[in-house]
């Protein structure tokens, strides 16, 4: 090429990004006085700033900069990252209408489109999770009580774990099976064998979705999704898999409706089913089969992998600190001894228990961003004015690890919620739900299987790790949307 061609390209090249510069200046400060932040980049935004694979790092490295309240560019897009216990409460407590829309990620609006319960918004959100928190809570009151389906689950897993005979194992499955049994009990009116072919499959789906999507290639389809749609690579594979698990669905709804009786709904299904019945004239309706579906989705994901993912973390820890471990052992033969299940009851006088599994969740952080919110409409927030529907990340993280708070943060220390005489200590900064009218709904279920599932298997089983305890590697193997520990093996030796 010509010298004097090379440099038009290259001042059209410049040009071309003062334009862009300008446009996302001009959409960020035309609508309102966003935050401080870095500045961004033509197409990428702040990306260079951002590390995908730890990203709530680097927004905290962000925020001793910029401050609580800052703005960062996904490619063109602003998000306001909300940093610090307080600033979160003001927010998502103080102020939670304002706050209380769900923001967007690309890569999920490519599935579900805005329907179900955990990314809708309106009145389809309000009319969906009242819905389903009533569902939730009326099985929990049937015949046969949440709590009793988990007693039983556990009991199954104990059979399982039984069969390792103390040799090595990865209990990603085990565990996934157990949890994912409980609210698929729930919704499908099923227990799953644990080698049923198609239940095995639609967990390794669920579990691959989960992979792809909190790994770079699902962060930067989130950022950059033109681009990313056109560039080969796993990312793809989460419609793909999203597709078989409707399918799966599908086929379940189908034959709940050959086999339903209105006047003994099984599970989530029937009573949804019976609802679009009673609003089939009601154009407007949200009980529609696109938001049963995806609700289901909602319910089955939600309900498996964020539980099964914080016991496997959980048993990981307890590897590294036996000392908490025996502990636990000595306070379940105090309080329930050998000869009988653990109960719920059980949890207020198991206060060394309770503070172990709560700092379980405090130090994994599990999802360290919360899932986005967004602003309703133009909100001026502290000094700064927010446009309608920009996206808020609220950095859980930064509650979960306040020095202030949880003294050594970054240390695994249960004392972090225990009262100097040995009570169960309760934090406010304690956002492992979430907070706000946008925690999760299924926290009350969670809650229950983590405390019977870890429980029942420390009241049988005492866990042996394959390496030295100071060897362990409790960082997580993939730190964006969610954190997710390393894969390890272990072995569970009957006490």
């Not at 990428?44 to 590390?51: A, E, T, Y």
């Not at 950059?224 to 898999?241: A, Q, V, W, Y």
């Not at 919110?373 to 000094?383: G, I, L, P, S, W």
């Not at 042996?464 to 964006?480: M, N, T, Y």
Request: aromatic share 10%; proline share 7%.
């Amino acid at each position: 090429m010509e010298p004097l061609g090379t440099v038009t390209l290259f001042l059209a090249f410049c040009i071309s990004c003062l334009l862009l510069l300008a446009v996302v200046r001009s959409r960020t400060q035309g609508k309102g006085r966003l935050p401080p932040g870095p500045t961004p980049l033509p197409l990428v935004g702040n990306f260079l700033q951002l590390k995908t694979t730890f990203l709530s790092k680097a927004l905290q490295q962000l925020s001793e900069k910029y401050g609580p309240v800052f703005t960062v560019h996904f490619g063109g897009d602003p998000v306001v990252v909300l940093h610090g216990y307080d600033v979160l409460k003001e927010a998502l407590i103080d102020r939670a209408d304002e706050f209380a829309p769900r923001g967007r990620l690309a890569l999920v609006d490519k599935v579900n489109k805005g329907r179900g319960i955990i990314f809708s918004n309106g009145e389809r959100w309000k009319v969906l999770r009242r819905f389903t928190l009533t569902t939730l809570r009326n099985f929990g009151m049937g015949k046969k009580s949440i709590e009793e389906r988990i007693q039983e689950e556990a009991q199954y897993l104990l059979e399982k774990l039984r069969d390792t005979k103390g040799k090595p194992f990865d209990p990603t499955f085990l565990l996934g099976c157990a949890t994912s049994n409980i609210i698929c009990s729930i919704v499908f009116a099923t227990h799953f064998d644990y080698q049923d072919e198609r239940f095995l499959a639609l967990l390794d789906l669920l579990n691959e979705n989960l992979k792809t999507f909190s790994s770079p290639w699902g962060q930067l389809s989130n950022i950059f999704p033109t681009l990313m749609n056109l560039i080969p690579g796993p990312h793809h594979t989460i419609e793909k898999n999203t597709q078989k698990m409707e399918d799966f669905v599908l086929e379940a709804t189908k034959q709940h409706k050959d086999t339903l009786d209105p006047n003994a709904p099984r599970d989530f299904i029937d009573c949804f089913l019976i609802k679009m019945e009673q609003e089939k004239k009601n154009g407007a309706s949200e009980f529609t089969p696109e938001n049963m579906l995806t609700s289901i989705l909602d319910l089955f994901g939600a309900g498996t992998e964020t539980t099964s993912t914080t016991l496997r973390y959980g048993l990981l820890i307890l590897q590294k600190y036996p000392e908490v471990e025996e502990k636990v052992h000595e306070e379940i033969d105090r309080v329930v001894g050998r000869a009988r299940a653990p109960c719920i009851a059980d949890r207020g006088q198991m206060p060394y228990t309770d503070a172990v599994i709560h700092e379980i969740q405090r130090f994994i952080s599990l999802v360290p961003l919360s899932v986005p919110h967004a602003v309703a409409k133009d909100t001026t927030f502290r000094q700064y004015i927010i446009p309608k529907g920009t996206t808020i990340f609220p950095v859980l993280t930064s509650a979960l690890y306040d020095s202030k708070e949880f003294p050594n943060p970054t240390e695994f220390d249960p004392q972090h919620f225990l009262n100097k005489d040995g009570t169960f200590r309760k934090s406010d900064y304690f956002m492992a739900f979430s907070a706000g009218k946008r925690i999760c709904a299924g926290e009350g279920l969670a809650r229950m299987e983590l405390f019977h599932f870890l429980t029942t298997i420390l009241q049988h089983f005492k866990l042996k790790p394959l390496q030295d305890p100071k060897d362990i590697d409790l960082s997580p193997l993939i730190s964006s949307t969610n954190n997710l520990p390393r894969p390890y093996q272990l072995c569970v030796l009957p006490r």
